[in-house]
């Protein structure tokens, strides 16, 4: 079935550093790709997503690029901030519409000044 | 617009016990999905609900069930509660075949 992996965290950083939540994929076909964003104390917000092979996806900073040689969708961004700090997930929807989404089991940053 | 809402934000029950939580989705949206976020995890698709019917269900056992009403609200109940179902459970709505819009959860503790 439809699975995704994504690095463990928590990945800390100092504020302006460059990210990478590396996010690679099994599935059927080629799916659109997600990434969602859980803030302390909220619940998920869609982040950013690709539809198809090379799109790249992009929101606050942060891109993604769907890159079906490698099965991955990478999160980067290139200067954090500690308004940052989340739990990240990379996600991936069921073929046919967006009936069920499977998710990573979610990355932790946290951005220090 | 208010966004998806659920109810209540925190509830403790013992184990044996019954559940029901509460969405209302986004305003336009006739779709509710459900989902299970245990600590440290990602969420677990429970089911979804369109046109009140049950459309879809992930590995979850019969004492998970749901309901969706007219308005396209919808409630989660769980039966028979034991420890492992301790977790943050999340609704999500959409308009069928969009994207999915997630509420704040119900953290719900088990004892």
């Known amino acids: 079935g439809d699975s995704v992996t994504q690095m463990e965290g928590p990945v800390t950083l100092s504020e302006e550093a460059f990210l990478t939540i590396n996010c690679t994929y099994t599935a059927t076909g080629y799916p659109s790709l997600f990434w969602y964003v859980q803030y302390p104390g909220e619940g998920l917000q869609l982040l950013l997503k690709?539809?198809?092979?090379?799109d790249k996806g992009s929101n606050k900073g942060f891109e993604a690029t769907y890159r079906k040689e490698t099965t991955s969708f990478h999160l980067e961004k290139g200067s954090v901030q500690v308004s940052d700090s989340a739990v990240y997930f990379c996600a991936l929807p069921s073929p046919g519409g967006y009936q069920k989404v499977t998710f990573g089991t979610g990355t932790k940053l946290q951005v220090i000044p | 617009d208010a966004g998806v809402t659920q109810s209540p934000t925190h509830l403790i029950k013992t184990r044996g016990q019954q559940v029901t939580l509460r969405c209302s989705p986004k305003?336009?949206?006739?779709?509710v999905s459900w989902y299970q976020q245990a600590l440290g995890q990602g969420p677990q698709f429970i089911f979804q609900?369109?046109?009140?019917?049950?459309?879809q269900r992930g590995n979850f056992p019969d004492r998970f069930s749901g309901h969706q009403f007219p308005n396209y609200s919808s409630e989660l109940n769980v039966n028979a509660l034991l420890l492992g179902d301790s977790a943050l459970y999340l609704c999500?709505?959409?308009?069928?075949?969009?994207?999915?819009?997630f509420g704040p959860g119900t953290r719900l503790t088990v004892t």
């Open positions: 999500a709505s959409s308009s069928d075949g969009y994207e999915q819009y």
């Open positions: 305003s336009g949206h006739d779709t």
């Open positions: 690709a539809t198809k092979a090379d």
């Open positions: 609900y369109y046109e009140e019917e049950e459309r």
